[in-house]
């Protein structure tokens, strides 16, 4: 895909304001973040999508707690993959 670090930046930015600060899904969300998929993944397997490598940049999502059946997140946003983790809250120091 090739997209710039402001291009990847622009899209999370768009994906926080659709889903983290929206209901029901902000009770769920506590941080987005930026990698590419070769930090992502490590030495998992992933299929690429045609035009796709390992350097291109992917949102990391991270939730509070699982989200209940009802409730659904994209696996791609505007092209972009996005992987989610479950975590602790996360607090700046």
Known sequence: MGLTLEEIANIKEDYVKDYFEKEPY????NGVGISNLRLRVGNEKIDLK????????CLNVYLTKKLPNDIT??????SVRVFYKIVKNIKAH
């Open 50 to 57: 045609e035009g796709e490598t390992l350097d291109d940049y």
């Open 73 to 78: 997140l994209p696996l791609e946003y505007k």
């Open 26 to 29: 902000k009770q769920y969300l």
